[in-house]
């Protein structure tokens, strides 16, 4: 056994020889033992099957033409003979080229290398040539490595971006979070730019409460946080608030937030505990953190705590501006709510007294709801389905996301048409529909031309032909189409709406004979519809040659 | 006549100079082509080019001393001429057959040169017997 297995293991080392003789290459031939049609060069064919091919796909075998003098097979059908016949020749062909290869003394030049098979001895040293993204001629010095490494240490860049952790002087700016249980676990970093909140329950005991570093101030301020990664320029976290929570729940804001408050045992109680941390953190458009402060709650255990939750959050602005919540910047973000509003009416002030009373100068702008979950919301479906028992669910309107909800109504005789439409309405449309609809995820209240405005629509539609039965409507339906393009450049094209429909369609209430009643569903849907033009490319105009001459260069005649 | 130099030498030398310098070109021109055209790796290439300079630099003072000796009449420069063109004779055959690629202008070429290298070892002989006796 042990010979055979080495000389399988031989056999498998070398790889058949290439064969480089024309007469006997066949590029066509590929049924085994089976005659392949029209290949002339077939060995599997009989005379009799040469008669039946109607070409030959492959008329000449030939090695590289720029050879000056091969050996070429050329493969040719006798039509005119009866039966047709294959002739095969074996000629020289002469390449006439001045520069026509004579001779080579590397024999890789002109055939496919054969590839090395591997062996259990050069196994590694193959994976490290060709295991890689690329091959390279020289795996040892070029730096194959496609193993991520941690970001924090192959972040080489003088600004923090998306997702870096915050880095403060000993570790990272930690954001205790639950971690596979509902336990606090210390070791989550926080993410630049990267807004959380985290609840988690961490393991107390009044006794050593001053001695459970978790639980006091301290621990989430002292160390200073880096401006920039791998700087030397430190920003403290003040203490933006205290918040003092009492057994029953009560919170208490203290007046003043210097004086730092570590947790102390007193008759039985554990008190100044941290409850929550609130980071803000504010940083410059470069990337650079330039404030730190924190707000905490801090309440008191009691003995018979074994364990206490505490929450977390953290939250990014940059300075100078508000913390709008955006959905997307500039295009909206799939997912996202759509950011809709309404126009205050009624303060058609021109400009010109907007720089005389300086006062007065905000006169138009959008007005949006500060939920950003509600600004633009259709009809939730609850699970009892009843139209008029479900007031008041309303889901957001989520960039991209089509949208179909519904509900049934149940109609009685004795219902009044007019106060029924105004229900429905209100079912449909929710208690505050905007008027204006934000084009792009980052638009400001204030510029009201990047808004666009909400058309309203309504489709009446026929139940029979009884158009003068009675002239009362209900809604039944409201669609909503935002028609959305995608606008700059073509790597990164940003998603802006362009125009939003509102379509109410109603049908004719029949009245019907008492006692009976009759259920009809009512539906809202939002459908975005792209409409964007097909991407055009555009070039920069050329150069222009600008020369001038200065204006005395004909001196004495001018 | 007194005159011992020999003009059929003198000419021979004076055209292999100009030759020598188209060879020099053209090859170079051609080695610059095959490493585009073909796949021509880098220890490949370097033998080859090597032995083109390694060539150049012994043809000018093979091709001085072969002057001076044949216009004083000196043996030892005309001797000294015809060591070195037995070392450019071994790299012109180098060229012709084991270079990576020969193409039919190289062929060509090498043949020239050599044919020429060949007449000039004769003429080179009978001048040095000339001087001697």
């Given at each position: 056994p042990a010979d055979t297995r080495d000389a399988a293991q031989a056999r498998v080392r070398s790889p058949p020889a290439p064969v480089t003789d024309v007469a006997r290459l066949?590029?066509?031939?590929?049924l085994v033992a089976q005659c392949d049609i029209?290949?002339?060069?077939?060995?599997?064919?009989s005379a009799e099957d040469f008669s039946l091919f109607?070409?030959?796909?492959?008329?000449v075998v030939i090695g590289?033409?720029?050879?000056?003098s091969q050996k070429a097979a050329v493969y040719s059908l006798d039509v005119e003979a009866n039966p047709p016949e294959r002739i095969f020749k074996l000629i020289d062909q002469v390449?006439?080229?001045?520069?026509?290869?004579?001779?080579?003394?590397?024999?890789q030049a002109l055939y496919l290398k054969s590839p090395e098979i591997p062996t259990p001895e050069n196994f590694d040293q193959l994976l490290d040539k060709f295991g890689g993204a690329t091959f390279s001629a020289e795996p040892d010095s070029?730096?194959?490595?496609?193993d991520a490494q941690n970001p924090p240490e192959a972040n080489e860049t003088s600004r923090y971006e998306y997702g870096v952790p915050v880095q403060t002087e000993d570790a990272f700016l930690r954001l205790p979070s639950p971690v596979v249980s509902s336990w606090c676990s210390d070791a989550n970093p926080a993410g630049f730019l990267v807004n959380q909140a985290t609840k988690c329950i961490r393991s107390v005991s009044v006794e050593k409460c001053d001695s459970i570093?978790?639980?006091?101030?301290l621990f989430y301020i002292n160390s200073s946080i880096l401006?920039?990664?791998?700087?030397s320029q430190m920003v403290n976290i003040t203490v933006q608030s205290i918040v003092v929570q009492s057994l029953n729940g009560m919170r208490t804001l203290l007046s003043s937030s210097d004086v730092l408050r570590l947790p102390t045992v007193s008759d039985e109680l554990c008190i100044n505990a941290v409850l929550g941390v609130n980071y803000h953190i504010t940083h410059t458009?470069?990337?650079?953190?330039i404030e730190a402060a924190a707000a905490f709650v801090l309440g008191a255990i009691s003995r018979e705590a074994l364990s206490i939750e505490q929450s977390f959050k953290i939250s990014f602005t940059q300075e100078n501006t508000q913390p709008v919540p955006l959905s997307g910047n500039p295009g909206y973000v799939v997912g996202l709510p759509v950011r809709a509003g309404f126009q205050p009416q009624?303060?058609?002030?021109?400009?010109?007294f907007s720089f005389n009373f300086p006062q007065l100068c905000v006169t138009s702008g959008i007005i949006q709801s500060?939920?950003?979950?509600?600004q633009l919301t259709i009809l939730h479906s609850t699970s009892t389905q009843d139209c008029l028992a479900a007031q008041g669910a309303r889901a957001p309107v989520l960039f991209g996301y089509n949208m179909v909800s519904g509900c049934k109504l149940r109609i009685t005789?004795?219902?009044?048409?007019q106060p029924l439409a105004q229900t429905l309405l209100d079912v449909l449309k929710g208690q505050s529909f905007p008027e204006y609809v934000a084009s792009?995820?980052?638009?400001?209240?204030?510029?009201?031309?990047d808004w666009v405005p909400i058309t309203q629509l309504h489709i009446s539609e026929q139940m029979?032909?009884?158009?003068?039965?009675?002239s009362c409507q209900i809604p039944v339906s409201l669609g909503i189409e935002v028609k959305w393009t995608k606008y700059g450049s073509l790597v990164n094209p940003q998603a802006r709406i362009v125009n939003v429909t509102a379509t109410i369609t109603t049908t004719t209430l029949k009245q019907l004979p008492s006692g009976r009643e009759r259920i009809i569903p009512i539906t809202s849907s939002v459908v975005f519809t792209d409409i964007s033009s097909p991407a055009e490319p555009s070039y920069k105009a050329w150069p222009t040659i600008n020369i001038k001459l200065p204006f005395d260069f004909f001196y004495p005649f001018v | 006549s007194s005159q011992l130099s020999s003009l059929p030498l003198q000419i021979l030398l004076y055209v292999n100079g100009i030759y020598y310098i188209f060879y020099f070109l053209a090859t170079l021109a051609m080695i610059i082509y095959k490493s585009q055209v073909f796949s021509y790796p880098d220890d490949f290439l370097a033998p080859d080019l090597a032995v083109l300079f390694l060539m150049a630099i012994l043809e000018v003072p093979r091709l001085y001393l072969g002057f001076k000796g044949n216009l004083t009449e000196a043996e030892a420069p005309l001797g000294l001429s015809l060591g070195l063109t037995v070392g450019s004779v071994l790299l012109c055959v180098y060229l012709l057959l084991w270079q990576t690629y020969v193409l039919w202008a190289d062929v060509l070429l090498n043949a020239v040169l050599l044919s020429a290298y060949g007449l000039e070892s004769g003429l080179k002989v009978s001048a040095i017997a000339a001087f001697v006796s």
């Amino acid at each position: 056994p042990a010979d055979t297995r080495d000389a399988a293991q031989a056999r498998v080392r070398s790889p058949p020889a290439p064969v480089t003789d024309v007469a006997r290459l066949c590029v066509c031939d590929l049924l085994v033992a089976q005659c392949d049609i029209n290949c002339c060069c077939d060995p599997d064919c009989s005379a009799e099957d040469f008669s039946l091919f109607t070409t030959c796909s492959v008329p000449v075998v030939i090695g590289d033409s720029q050879l000056c003098s091969q050996k070429a097979a050329v493969y040719s059908l006798d039509v005119e003979a009866n039966p047709p016949e294959r002739i095969f020749k074996l000629i020289d062909q002469v390449n006439p080229s001045i520069f026509c290869i004579h001779a080579t003394n590397y024999k890789q030049a002109l055939y496919l290398k054969s590839p090395e098979i591997p062996t259990p001895e050069n196994f590694d040293q193959l994976l490290d040539k060709f295991g890689g993204a690329t091959f390279s001629a020289e795996p040892d010095s070029w730096n194959l490595d496609t193993d991520a490494q941690n970001p924090p240490e192959a972040n080489e860049t003088s600004r923090y971006e998306y997702g870096v952790p915050v880095q403060t002087e000993d570790a990272f700016l930690r954001l205790p979070s639950p971690v596979v249980s509902s336990w606090c676990s210390d070791a989550n970093p926080a993410g630049f730019l990267v807004n959380q909140a985290t609840k988690c329950i961490r393991s107390v005991s009044v006794e050593k409460c001053d001695s459970i570093q978790a639980l006091s101030m301290l621990f989430y301020i002292n160390s200073s946080i880096l401006a920039v990664p791998k700087s030397s320029q430190m920003v403290n976290i003040t203490v933006q608030s205290i918040v003092v929570q009492s057994l029953n729940g009560m919170r208490t804001l203290l007046s003043s937030s210097d004086v730092l408050r570590l947790p102390t045992v007193s008759d039985e109680l554990c008190i100044n505990a941290v409850l929550g941390v609130n980071y803000h953190i504010t940083h410059t458009d470069t990337g650079e953190i330039i404030e730190a402060a924190a707000a905490f709650v801090l309440g008191a255990i009691s003995r018979e705590a074994l364990s206490i939750e505490q929450s977390f959050k953290i939250s990014f602005t940059q300075e100078n501006t508000q913390p709008v919540p955006l959905s997307g910047n500039p295009g909206y973000v799939v997912g996202l709510p759509v950011r809709a509003g309404f126009q205050p009416q009624g303060y058609p002030f021109p400009a010109a007294f907007s720089f005389n009373f300086p006062q007065l100068c905000v006169t138009s702008g959008i007005i949006q709801s500060s939920n950003k979950h509600s600004q633009l919301t259709i009809l939730h479906s609850t699970s009892t389905q009843d139209c008029l028992a479900a007031q008041g669910a309303r889901a957001p309107v989520l960039f991209g996301y089509n949208m179909v909800s519904g509900c049934k109504l149940r109609i009685t005789a004795a219902m009044k048409c007019q106060p029924l439409a105004q229900t429905l309405l209100d079912v449909l449309k929710g208690q505050s529909f905007p008027e204006y609809v934000a084009s792009f995820g980052n638009s400001q209240a204030q510029d009201v031309l990047d808004w666009v405005p909400i058309t309203q629509l309504h489709i009446s539609e026929q139940m029979f032909s009884h158009t003068l039965q009675s002239s009362c409507q209900i809604p039944v339906s409201l669609g909503i189409e935002v028609k959305w393009t995608k606008y700059g450049s073509l790597v990164n094209p940003q998603a802006r709406i362009v125009n939003v429909t509102a379509t109410i369609t109603t049908t004719t209430l029949k009245q019907l004979p008492s006692g009976r009643e009759r259920i009809i569903p009512i539906t809202s849907s939002v459908v975005f519809t792209d409409i964007s033009s097909p991407a055009e490319p555009s070039y920069k105009a050329w150069p222009t040659i600008n020369i001038k001459l200065p204006f005395d260069f004909f001196y004495p005649f001018v | 006549s007194s005159q011992l130099s020999s003009l059929p030498l003198q000419i021979l030398l004076y055209v292999n100079g100009i030759y020598y310098i188209f060879y020099f070109l053209a090859t170079l021109a051609m080695i610059i082509y095959k490493s585009q055209v073909f796949s021509y790796p880098d220890d490949f290439l370097a033998p080859d080019l090597a032995v083109l300079f390694l060539m150049a630099i012994l043809e000018v003072p093979r091709l001085y001393l072969g002057f001076k000796g044949n216009l004083t009449e000196a043996e030892a420069p005309l001797g000294l001429s015809l060591g070195l063109t037995v070392g450019s004779v071994l790299l012109c055959v180098y060229l012709l057959l084991w270079q990576t690629y020969v193409l039919w202008a190289d062929v060509l070429l090498n043949a020239v040169l050599l044919s020429a290298y060949g007449l000039e070892s004769g003429l080179k002989v009978s001048a040095i017997a000339a001087f001697v006796s």
